[in-house]
């Protein structure tokens, strides 16, 4: 399969990498970073066997959309809340493979949570996995009104509200589906309580699922690897 991650801007390039490295590690056969010029001459100095791709206008985002070998996208790690990622996002909901939508890709919607709800639903065919922490969960589902002491009930309601498998970060994430089906999952160390750790998340994900594996098995699988990984270094 082949995983493609968004990058952010010049400064902001760090989580983009961070989650391309976890989608190649985890087992994508191709990992590309797309993203502005002056991005991706930042990320050629760290990167090597994952590729970059230039992609600054929706028109390239378009064409690169219609590659039907891309089985898999990211984004959101630190791509900024502002209306390109926002454009960006509805153009991947409407046109591109399974995709992960995590940290800005959600923040640039807490203004209008139905706009990014609808273009969910509106290809029930194609899977999404949101991947918010408290904060950013409650910025789009506080219209709910869901009972903050419930965190099982709260992942549930919200991925049959939006459309999105939900993976709900905290010592105990919660992955639940539409359907209304959860996992819950306790092997995470506190050390993973650090910036950088969701984007590496993300990452895991969006390899399980770039080499053909189930969205949802794909989410409870990553974040128990997640959390092993962690466990497992001092």
């Not at 989580?15 to 087992?27: F, I, K, N, Q």
């Not at 991947?92 to 203004?111: E, I, M, S, T, Y």
């Not at 639903?121 to 903050?148: I, Q, Y």
């Not at 309601?157 to 539409?178: E, F, H, W, Y």
Request: charge should be neutral; include cysteine.
């Amino acid at each position: 399969g082949h995983a493609v991650v968004w990058s952010g801007g010049e400064l902001q390039t760090g989580a983009a990498r961070l989650c391309a490295h976890a989608a190649a590690r985890s087992g994508a056969g191709l990992t590309t970073i797309v993203g502005p010029h002056d991005a991706l001459r930042v990320h050629a100095y760290h990167v090597s066997s994952i590729m970059l791709k230039l992609i600054e206008t929706q028109e390239d985002l378009r064409v690169l959309l219609e590659d039907k070998r891309i089985t898999a996208m990211c984004i959101g790690p630190a791509a900024g809340v502002s209306d390109q990622t926002r454009k960006a996002v509805l153009r991947v909901l409407k046109n591109g493979p399974d995709c992960v939508l995590d940290a800005d890709a959600l923040r640039v919607f807490a203004d209008d949570p139905e706009e990014l709800f609808s273009a969910i639903k509106n290809r029930p065919k194609r899977a999404v996995v949101m991947t918010p922490h408290d904060g950013e969960f409650m910025s789009l589902f506080r219209h709910l009104n869901l009972d903050v002491h419930d965190k099982v009930e709260r992942g549930c309601r919200a991925a049959k509200a939006c459309g999105a498998i939900m993976v709900l970060k905290g010592s105990d994430t919660v992955i639940a589906n539409p359907a209304g089906f959860a996992f819950v999952n306790t092997n995470a160390p506190p050390k993973l309580a650090t910036a950088g750790s969701g984007d590496v998340l993300a990452g895991i994900i969006t390899g399980l699922i770039a080499q053909g594996m189930d969205v949802f098995g794909a989410a409870c699988a990553a974040v128990w690897l997640h959390g092993d990984a962690a466990n497992r270094v001092d």
